[in-house]
């Protein structure tokens, strides 16, 4: 099938819009039924193309699927090509058919003769496209058993799609490795007998534990028959074996594990029968224990870590309390807070399965944590958040919290001196890994010292060192100090994060 190509290669969203005939509903049914024809395509051997006028009248193609069992006929991207001239009262006839309309004539694609099926897609009485199932000659000669069954089961699929019949309407599909084709395939009868076997689905069976030969028997009593008392049953699973639902499930048994999907199939006069899709799981389903077992460690260490730095701080608080020295119980302060600072990261890292925290939520509580311990009793400070940090590794989340709690002590403690009211904005601008944060507060002011480069201090200028050191060692970034145009002070941060991801 020769095909003339757009100029720019439109996607399949973009040209569905070229029809305001087609309804919200028409255009979900199509989504859907890309969504699923994978399974058509691989048990038909067959390449398939989906066909729809655009809004000028023209056929041309909007989407394809290449089959993962059979080599591709098509080695190039169809999508968007305008079927040729020549094709089109073939293509009018079989938008007019009820049925699969086959085609009358043998094409060339690239070194194979190819035979053309159409599908028209059905939705709500109306015909939104064709559904081309390209089938390569060669793949229909000296077929076995195995070649057969999948080649008759993928017939009866496609020949749904012409009835409104497939994509299904309520499929409830659960399991993140959905079992495909190649993986094994079970044909069962309309009372749920399996008729047929492929070889991989008896080995998926054989894993479980089922020893004896699955044809002529209900697939229901093999299944149960697998199961132990204290074995695992999804509410999907009896759906599944009996083949009367759209559904998938899994079956756990003799320390196995096996994913297993059921596609009804229906002719004019309802169900008569099934495919059972299974594919062995197990050593997935291994490797996701290992993960959420080192997941819970991880996240186990985070809480111990946190819980010891919160009785380094406790023993601070105490060691403050017996010291008669005013300097001495500020500088014990000072260390009590910046433990506990680093505490609550690993509080919010306790709490997630990676080593990703939620960086605004653990700094909105931590910055109203240092403001409560820098203000004086008869002192209401504000602080306001403009923008996002979003998602944020420990290895960035920890540096950045110390160089932020430790500006809003120095806001309060210098800034805000003898004033009984004090609001601090914080902006945050972030684009990938670069992050711009701005701290301003309306207190008052730069000092001369200050405006001739000299280190903003906090008591004994620790706090004025550690922000230098995590924004210029850490993230190779600056830090500008410099005075608000309304009064007060504007702290410019420019960082790159190391290992920060985008949200």
């Known amino acids: 099938m020769a095909l003339r190509m757009m100029d720019t290669m439109a996607d399949f969203t973009h040209i569905l819009v070229t029809r305001p005939d087609f309804t919200e509903s028409d255009r979900e049914w199509l989504h859907h039924l890309v969504g699923d024809w994978q399974v058509i395509a691989d048990l038909s051997f067959a390449d398939l193309l989906l066909i729809v006028q655009d809004g000028d009248g023209n056929y041309r193609i909007v989407e394809q699927c290449r089959p993962s069992t059979v080599m591709t006929l098509r080695v190039d991207d169809a999508v968007g090509a305008l079927v040729p001239p020549e094709m089109v009262p073939e293509l009018d006839a079989a938008m007019q058919s009820k049925n699969v309309f086959r085609s009358t004539v043998l094409r060339t694609v690239g070194k194979s003769t190819v035979c053309n099926v159409y599908a028209p897609v059905r939705h709500n009485g109306k015909t939104l496209g064709l559904v081309v199932r390209e089938t390569n000659m060669a793949t229909r000669e000296s077929n076995g058993r195995y070649e057969s069954e999948s080649i008759n089961a993928g017939k009866q699929l496609y020949e749904m799609i012409a009835r409104g019949q497939f994509p299904y309407v309520n499929a409830i599909m659960s399991q993140r490795h959905v079992a495909r084709v190649s993986d094994g395939f079970i044909m069962l009868t309309q009372e749920g007998i399996v008729r047929y076997a492929s070889p991989n689905a008896i080995s998926c069976f054989r894993r479980l534990g089922c020893l004896m030969t699955m044809q002529g028997h209900f697939l229901s009593e093999i299944g149960t028959d697998l199961l132990h008392q204290n074995d695992p049953v999804p509410e999907t699973l009896p759906m599944v074996l009996m083949g009367k639902d759209a559904v998938d499930s899994e079956i756990n048994a003799n320390r196995s594990a096996v994913s297993v999907r059921s596609l009804p199939l229906y002719d004019n006069n309802g169900r008569n029968g099934a495919i059972i899709l299974c594919r062995d799981v197990t050593e997935l389903r291994r490797r996701e224990a290992e993960l959420q077992t080192k997941d819970a460690t991880i996240s186990e260490i985070h809480h111990r870590v946190k819980n010891n730095l919160q009785a380094v701080s406790a023993l601070l608080r105490l060691q403050a309390r017996k010291t008669k020295s005013e300097e001495v119980k500020k500088e014990l302060?000072?260390?009590?807070?910046?433990?506990?600072?680093?505490?609550?990261?690993?509080?919010?890292?306790?709490?997630?399965?990676?080593?990703?925290?939620?960086?605004?939520?653990?700094?909105?509580?931590?910055?109203?944590?240092?403001?409560?311990l820098a203000t004086m009793k008869d002192q209401t400070i504000t602080v306001d958040f403009i923008g996002k940090f979003g998602m944020m590794p420990a290895q960035d989340a920890t540096p950045l919290s110390l160089v932020l709690t430790e500006l809003i002590t120095n806001c309060v403690e210098h800034g805000f001196e003898g004033r009984k009211q004090g609001h601090i904005t914080i902006s945050v601008g972030r684009s990938g890994n670069n992050l711009n944060v701005v701290v301003e507060d309306d207190g008052s002011g730069l000092d001369t010292e200050e405006h001739n480069g000299l280190a903003r201090s906090s008591g004994s200028g620790l706090g004025t060192q550690i922000i230098n050191t995590f924004v210029t060692n850490d993230f190779g970034g600056s830090v500008r100090w410099e005075p608000r145009r309304e009064g007060g002070t504007r702290v410019v941060l420019d960082m790159t994060l190391r290992a920060a991801q985008n949200d």
């Open 333 to 372: 302060a000072e260390a009590q807070r910046r433990v506990q600072t680093i505490a609550m990261v690993h509080e919010g890292l306790s709490q997630t399965a990676d080593e990703i925290v939620d960086f605004d939520k653990v700094i909105s509580n931590l910055l109203k944590m240092a403001v409560d």
